[in-house]
């Protein structure tokens, strides 16, 4: 009967790992949701503590920062957006770290309708070309470089839809309310849409960088959590999963 006393023993030590965990509220970019969600599952199993996930676009994750939303680490779809919020003090100044390197696609769930040049942009065989947002989005002013860049920006004006963030983008394209649109890389990735359908992937010289940075937000200075999460990031699990996701990774 003597292994009864290891039981106390065992539930107090639960019990102190339970109380030692804590939680980070992270805002992330909805390109990057899906494999965001994957390093939260690998954090929380390596440090015992909790990534509270909310995604959405860029602009609007700004704006809901600037508002007050309890956010302590924000994971951007661009490094314009963290800069501004450090200059403006919203923000933990030299935390800034570019996580991941965007890719843009042309993509169709019609196997065989995007070539692999996208030379669909130029015959306009298509009603709806679906790009994010260019005023709020990241990767709708990339899509808009491209455009412009392939001069057809001005003489498809009629045919574009616009998503509010790439995630709406992404699902104007695979409701089929849209033939074909620009998304995230990672986008088709996460649903193997890419063996299911066609894209371009985009050459990386038709628009500026989408370097996508993430940075300790004010109310994060000093929590453990946190901190942790912004150096799991650079992990070896991590960049894995980023890499995985087709991203590319700073030098």
Not at 16 to 21: G, K, L, S
Not at 60 to 74: C, D, S, T, V, W
Not at 160 to 175: D, K, M, W, Y
Not at 216 to 240: I, M, N, P, V, W
């Amino acid at each position: 009967m003597k292994y009864l006393n290891w039981i106390p023993v065992l539930i107090f030590g639960l019990l102190t790992h339970v109380a030692a965990a804590d939680e980070v509220h992270v805002a992330v970019a909805s390109n990057f949701a899906a494999p965001m969600e994957k390093i939260a599952a690998e954090f929380a199993r390596d440090t015992g503590n909790m990534a509270l996930v909310s995604s959405g676009g860029t602009g609007k994750l700004y704006a809901q920062i600037k508002n007050g939303a309890p956010f302590e680490i924000f994971l951007s779809a661009d490094e314009a957006t963290p800069a501004k919020l450090e200059k403006e003090g919203l923000s933990v100044a030299g935390s800034r770290f570019t996580y991941a390197i965007g890719k843009l696609v042309l993509w169709s769930p019609k196997p065989g309708y995007v070539g692999p040049q996208g030379e669909v942009l130029k015959k306009g065989d298509f009603r709806h070309l679906a790009i994010a947002n260019p005023k709020l989005a990241p990767y709708g002013r990339a899509a808009q470089e491209v455009l412009e860049k392939q001069g057809v920006w001005q003489p498809l004006q009629s045919r574009l839809v616009f998503g509010e963030n790439i995630a709406q983008t992404h699902q104007f394209v695979s409701s089929g309310n849209a033939e074909l649109g620009f998304v995230a890389l990672s986008q088709i990735r996460q649903d193997s849409a890419e063996h299911q359908g066609s894209f371009w992937l985009v050459p990386q010289t038709l628009h500026a960088p989408i370097r996508q940075d993430a940075i300790l937000l004010a109310r994060g200075k000093g929590k453990t959590a946190a901190e942790q999460l912004l150096k799991y990031l650079k992990s070896d699990k991590a960049t894995t999963i980023i890499k995985r996701y087709g991203y590319g990774l700073p030098e």
